[in-house]
């Protein structure tokens, strides 16, 4: 079965299934799942715990050697397999997908990895997982239900955050979950009674926010002129590499382009895994753009971050994300070469 995050804790009070893949790129929710079925299976007797890193492909064979070994006192163990990537090889897909579907009574198999692709998610092991056991995908959240996270991530914690405060931490701290926690864990020993003020309680709180190239092309596509610019300006801050940057913007360009082109004009990207809502914005206003302009934009920053062309490729970028927001701070360029 496929679950997610928010559906385990009450999958793991009713049953505890023989694996489990928990699996994404967001480490405090991954953490806590992990946490949540080891919890689980210490408290169904599976009292060791047996952690194996595969950093090579022999360490396969402790694996195998280990799963068919059984204990010095024959207890219940919880066997952890943590992959460093997302593709295991052959031999590692074939040595999960032979435990898991032999499913031992004595033992739970928990294993964590990185987000995976389509291509991953289609192989015979990860399919093993799903019938056999639950499959947890771990997606980052996005920043229109970040402040409800926050919120909930906060009642839980005791605490009672106003809108002021939510919207603080919520900005300072965005793509960054590990830091909100622990913002809101320092909240706690700053108010007892679990009602912080905005103001005093928050005054010292650092910008931890942190963002990837898909947060900007997201809100970018969304007409959000004024979050892409702080977005654009914290991967500047964070040394992201400007070509990386452009490629970004360059897809929710092809992105929407390939929209427009299909029957009715409408509709999610096929490469996006999330439904894209931004996409589906930026086609309701296309009208008020013009894609030449907009690839011109992107030609000129392409030949500023290659030297070819005199400026600044983020200050071009920051007009092309702007332009794309249909809310263009310059006039259009005529040409890519000035």
Same mark, same amino acid.
């Given at each position: 079965m496929?679950?997610?995050p ?7 009070a009713?049953?505890?299934l023989p694996?489990?893949l ?14 949540a079925?080891?919890a689980?299976?210490?408290a ?19 694996v195998?050697?280990?799963?068919g070994?059984?204990?010095l006192?024959?207890?219940?163990r ?11 090889g ?7 997908a ?8 004595d ?10 692709d ?9 399919q093993?997982?799903a ?10 959240v ?21 809108a ?21 864990e ?5 108010a007892p009674d ?13 910008d931890s $926010?942190r963002?990837?190239?898909? @947060? !900007? =092309?997201e809100?970018? &596509?969304?007409?959000? +002129?004024?979050r /892409?610019? *702080? ?5 500047r ?13 360059i ?13 009715g004009?409408g ?8 439904p ?5 914005? $930026?086609?309701?206003r296309?009208? @008020? !753009? =013009?894609?030449?302009? &907009?690839?011109?934009? +992107?030609?000129? /920053?392409? *030949? ?8 600044d ?26």
């Amino acid at each position: 079965m496929k679950l997610t995050p928010d559906d385990l804790d009450a999958h793991l009070a009713q049953k505890l299934l023989p694996a489990y893949l928990i699996c994404g790129d967001e480490p405090l929710i991954a953490s806590e799942a992990a946490d949540a079925v080891r919890a689980r299976a210490r408290a169904a007797g599976f009292s060791e715990r047996e952690v194996h890193f595969i950093e090579r492909a022999a360490d396969w064979e402790d694996v195998r050697a280990s799963a068919g070994t059984l204990s010095l006192f024959g207890s219940r163990r919880l066997l952890e397999v943590r992959l460093g990537s997302a593709r295991p090889g052959a031999a590692g897909g074939a040595v999960l997908a032979t435990l898991i579907e032999r499913a031992d009574p004595d033992t739970v198999l928990l294993i964590l990895a990185p987000r995976l692709d389509r291509d991953a998610q289609s192989a015979k092991w990860v399919q093993a997982v799903a019938a056999h056991g639950a499959w947890v995908p771990v997606w980052p959240v996005e920043a229109a239900k970040f402040p409800a996270w926050l919120r909930a991530r906060s009642r839980r914690l005791g605490l009672t955050l106003d809108a002021q405060a939510l919207e603080l931490l919520a900005a300072r701290t965005e793509g960054n979950l590990l830091a909100a926690h622990q913002e809101l864990e320092k909240l706690r020993l700053l108010a007892p009674d679990g009602r912080p003020e905005a103001g005093a309680a928050l005054a010292g709180l650092a910008d931890s $926010a942190r963002f990837d190239v898909f @947060r !900007l =092309s997201e809100a970018a &596509l969304a007409g959000d +002129a004024g979050r /892409a610019l *702080r977005v654009l300006a914290g991967l500047r801050a964070e040394g992201t590499e400007p070509t990386l940057v452009l490629w970004a913007l360059i897809k929710a360009l092809r992105d929407l382009s390939g929209a427009l082109l299909r029957p009715g004009g409408g509709g999610g990207a096929r490469g996006w895994q999330r439904p894209n809502a931004a996409l589906d914005a $930026a086609v309701r206003r296309a009208r @008020r !753009l =013009s894609l030449r302009t &907009l690839m011109l934009r +992107a030609a000129r /920053a392409d *030949r500023m971050i290659k030297g070819r062309l005199g400026g600044d490729p983020w200050d071009e970028m920051a007009l092309l994300a702007t332009d794309l927001c249909a809310r263009p701070a310059l006039s259009a360029p005529k040409s890519m070469f000035k």
